[in-house]
Protein backbone atom coordinates (compact mmCIF):
# COMPACT_ATOMS: atom_id res chain seq x y z
CA UNK A 1 0.00 0.00 0.00
CA UNK A 2 1.41 3.39 -1.27
CA UNK A 3 2.12 6.08 1.53
CA UNK A 4 2.08 9.43 0.04
CA UNK A 5 3.80 12.41 1.79
CA UNK A 6 3.21 16.14 0.91
CA UNK A 7 6.55 18.81 1.35
CA UNK A 8 7.24 22.17 -0.20
CA UNK A 9 4.14 24.83 1.12
CA UNK A 10 4.30 27.86 2.51
CA UNK A 11 3.47 31.74 2.52
CA UNK A 12 3.90 33.51 -0.76
CA UNK A 13 2.63 36.66 -1.99
CA UNK A 14 0.66 37.17 -4.78
CA UNK A 15 2.15 36.58 -8.33
CA UNK A 16 4.87 34.53 -6.85
CA UNK A 17 5.15 30.94 -6.96
CA UNK A 18 5.46 27.54 -5.17
CA UNK A 19 6.55 24.13 -6.00
CA UNK A 20 4.70 20.89 -3.72
CA UNK A 21 6.11 17.54 -3.93
CA UNK A 22 4.57 14.10 -3.07
CA UNK A 23 6.90 11.82 -2.65
CA UNK A 24 5.44 7.95 -1.87
CA UNK A 25 7.04 4.93 -0.65
CA UNK A 26 6.47 1.57 -2.38
CA UNK A 27 7.70 -0.26 -5.81
CA UNK A 28 4.04 0.58 -7.59
CA UNK A 29 4.59 4.36 -7.47
CA UNK A 30 4.47 3.95 -11.41
CA UNK A 31 0.67 2.14 -11.31
CA UNK A 32 -1.15 4.90 -10.21
CA UNK A 33 -2.56 7.77 -11.62
CA UNK A 34 -1.74 11.03 -9.39
CA UNK A 35 -3.65 13.98 -8.58
CA UNK A 36 -3.40 16.89 -6.72
CA UNK A 37 -6.86 18.71 -4.47
CA UNK A 38 -6.94 21.30 -2.59
CA UNK A 39 -9.48 22.21 0.38
CA UNK A 40 -9.56 26.55 1.20
CA UNK A 41 -11.47 26.95 4.96
CA UNK A 42 -15.28 26.31 4.74
CA UNK A 43 -15.07 24.52 1.44
CA UNK A 44 -15.15 21.18 -0.08
CA UNK A 45 -11.88 19.26 -1.18
CA UNK A 46 -11.85 19.72 -4.77
CA UNK A 47 -10.05 18.83 -7.58
CA UNK A 48 -6.64 20.88 -9.18
CA UNK A 49 -4.44 18.71 -11.58
CA UNK A 50 -3.91 15.26 -12.74
CA UNK A 51 -1.70 13.03 -14.20
CA UNK A 52 -1.57 9.86 -16.05
CA UNK A 53 0.32 6.96 -14.68
CA UNK A 54 2.78 7.10 -17.51
CA UNK A 55 3.14 10.95 -17.56
CA UNK A 56 1.63 11.46 -20.76
CA UNK A 57 -1.40 13.05 -20.06
CA UNK A 58 -2.54 15.81 -18.05
CA UNK A 59 -5.81 17.42 -16.71
CA UNK A 60 -6.07 21.05 -14.77
CA UNK A 61 -8.88 22.71 -13.44
CA UNK A 62 -9.55 25.89 -15.65
CA UNK A 63 -8.68 28.35 -12.47
CA UNK A 64 -5.09 27.35 -12.93
CA UNK A 65 -4.70 25.99 -16.32
CA UNK A 66 -1.49 28.29 -17.66
CA UNK A 67 -0.42 28.55 -14.36
CA UNK A 68 0.07 25.47 -12.54
CA UNK A 69 2.25 22.34 -14.46
CA UNK A 70 1.39 18.69 -12.65
CA UNK A 71 4.81 16.13 -13.13
CA UNK A 72 6.21 13.50 -11.83
CA UNK A 73 9.36 11.35 -12.11
CA UNK A 74 8.49 7.74 -11.73
CA UNK A 75 12.19 6.77 -10.81
CA UNK A 76 12.00 8.84 -7.51
CA UNK A 77 8.40 8.34 -6.83
CA UNK A 78 7.66 11.57 -7.07
CA UNK A 79 4.66 14.23 -8.19
CA UNK A 80 5.37 17.78 -8.34
CA UNK A 81 3.06 20.37 -8.94
CA UNK A 82 4.68 23.66 -9.90
CA UNK A 83 2.56 26.92 -9.14
CA UNK A 84 2.83 30.35 -10.81
CA UNK A 85 1.16 33.65 -10.88
CA UNK A 86 -0.27 32.68 -7.21
CA UNK A 87 -3.27 34.65 -6.76
CA UNK A 88 -5.21 34.93 -2.84
CA UNK A 89 -7.81 32.37 -3.91
CA UNK A 90 -5.11 29.68 -4.11
CA UNK A 91 -4.82 29.65 -0.66
CA UNK A 92 -5.84 26.14 0.65
CA UNK A 93 -4.25 22.64 1.94
CA UNK A 94 -3.09 20.70 -1.04
CA UNK A 95 -3.06 17.17 -0.96
CA UNK A 96 -1.79 14.82 -2.97
CA UNK A 97 -3.47 11.28 -4.18
CA UNK A 98 -2.88 8.22 -5.70
CA UNK A 99 -5.49 6.43 -7.81
CA UNK A 100 -4.32 2.71 -8.92
CA UNK A 101 -5.33 3.16 -12.59
CA UNK A 102 -4.07 4.22 -15.86
CA UNK A 103 -6.13 8.30 -15.83
CA UNK A 104 -6.55 10.48 -13.22
CA UNK A 105 -10.08 11.38 -12.53
CA UNK A 106 -10.97 14.65 -10.94
CA UNK A 107 -13.72 12.97 -8.27
CA UNK A 108 -12.28 12.54 -4.83
CA UNK A 109 -13.88 9.18 -4.61
CA UNK A 110 -11.94 7.99 -7.57
CA UNK A 111 -8.51 8.06 -5.25
CA UNK A 112 -7.60 5.35 -2.67
CA UNK A 113 -4.42 7.10 -1.24
CA UNK A 114 -3.65 10.23 0.23
CA UNK A 115 -1.12 12.98 1.56
CA UNK A 116 -1.67 14.65 4.84
CA UNK A 117 -2.07 18.03 3.44
CA UNK A 118 0.42 20.62 3.16
CA UNK A 119 -0.74 24.40 3.77
CA UNK A 120 -0.48 26.80 0.87
CA UNK A 121 -1.24 30.44 1.58
CA UNK A 122 -0.73 33.46 -0.74
CA UNK A 123 -0.85 37.23 0.90
CA UNK A 124 -2.10 40.18 -1.39
Known amino acids: QAQLVESGGGLVQAGGSLRLSCAAS????????MGWFRQAPEKERVFVAG????????DYVDSVKGRFTISRDNAKNTVYLQMNSLRPEDTAVYCC?????????????????WGQGNQVNVST
Open 97 to 113: AGKNSRWPERSTRDYGY
Open 26 to 33: GRTFSSYA
Open 51 to 58: ISRSGGRT
